[in-house]
């Protein structure tokens, strides 16, 4: 491509960014420095939009970036290293929200979330989710009371479950040993996908009493195991889509705020990150329908060894894509120290 269809295409792109307005060759035949006329600037941008890098806007003569001009153009920036993590003045204050010294790491990404929509004037979406379980490292029932037990759990992951259990029967100090024996012989190192057939093979070994302790603690361990698979979704700024005069259509901003409603669809767009540290997706490159006019840019982070996610953006594809990317950057770059 020509250098200076390269600077028509970014300068369209910039402008319709900032304003939202179709841009014509004589708007930019007058308010930037091309030194070629009207008519060659427009010859320009019909070779462009041939290559499906602009498209014609339906109210007026102008042209608008496609989706292809935004991948272009972000494709440019990242390749060129133009995307730089630029100073901010508040960035101390950042830091100390996000200190995993002070704060666990739930309120980390809680507060990363909410700092991440204030400074893109976004809406900001983060899904964490912990490390699985995947099986089981130790396992021992220590006596409380007469009519008391404290189960202990240990995951592979570091989980510990430190759980009471309640007796509505004796149980003589060789029936818990007998017991934790047992539970530790054939649950320990067992994938968690198992515990069900595991427990069921011990209790047709033992008396009814024994069996009723046993639902109990399948109970509780399954109900914990569920709990750490579980993800949490965060979602701030919903509000800022009312800065883009596109939704002043009501309709259209009830559509974009339906969308975070349901759960499935944000997981879908912020857990197909597979580890890697940026995904840019623009409009039609979306394979979510409601969001084929829009762009969604993630980055993977890791608080710890037990709490990694997704966090990102949603936005109109004429987001500002330099700023945007760049304090995506910092903030997943802190989530990471």
């Known amino acids: 491509m020509k250098d200076r269809r390269m600077q028509i295409l970014f300068t369209i792109i910039n402008s319709y960014i900032l ?11 007058d308010d930037y420095s091309f030194d070629v006329s009207a008519a060659t600037i427009r010859n320009d941008m019909s070779d462009l939009e041939k290559k499906g890098l602009l498209k014609k806007a ?3 003569s102008g042209r608008l970036p496609s989706d292809k001009g935004y991948r272009f153009f972000v494709d440019y920036l990242l390749e060129n290293g133009l995307i730089n993590e630029r100073p901010r003045p508040d960035y101390t204050s950042l830091k100390d929200s996000l200190d995993k010294r002070y704060h666990n790491a739930t309120d980390i990404v809680s507060s990363a979330t909410k700092i991440l929509a204030g400074i893109t004037n976004l809406t900001a979406v983060s899904v964490t989710y912990k490390n699985q379980i995947k099986s089981i490292a130790n396992i021992e029932m220590l006596r ?18 430190n759980d009471l259990i309640r007796l509505n029967y004796g149980l003589e100090d060789e029936d ?12 320990i190192g067992s994938n968690i996908l198992d515990l069900s057939d595991k427990i069921r093979k011990i209790e047709e ?8 302790l046993l639902d109990i603690i399948q109970t509780k361990m399954k109900n914990e195991s569920d709990k750490d698979s579980k993800k949490e979704i965060k979602i701030e700024g919903l509000g800022n889509i009312f800065r883009f005069k596109e939704f002043d259509d009501i309709v259209k901003a009830k559509e974009f705020i339906n969308l975070f409603e349901s759960p499935d669809i944000i ?8 580890d890697k540290s940026l995904v840019i997706t623009i409009g039609e490159e979306n394979e979510i329908d409601q969001l084929k006019e829009n762009t969604i840019i993630t980055s993977y982070f ?28 910092l903030v997943s770059d802190l989530l990471n120290q």
Not at 144 to 161: H, R
Request: glycine share 8%.
């Open 19 to 29: 304003g939202g307005e179709p841009v014509g060759s004589k708007a930019l035949a």
């Open 176 to 187: 818990l040993e007998f017991l934790n024996r047992l539970l530790q012989r054939d649950l």
């Open 205 to 212: 070994k033992l008396n009814l009493n024994y069996k009723y």
């Open 267 to 274: 997981t879908d767009f912020l857990t197909d990150n597979n």
């Open 302 to 329: 890791k608080v710890d060894e037990n709490t990694i996610g997704t966090i990102g953006v949603v936005g109109l594809t004429r987001i500002n894509y330099k700023e945007v990317i760049e304090s995506i950057k």
């Open 58 to 60: 339906h109210t007026s």
């Open 144 to 161: 409380v009371s007469e009519s008391s037990l404290l189960l202990i759990v240990v995951y592979d992951n570091g989980f510990i479950v």
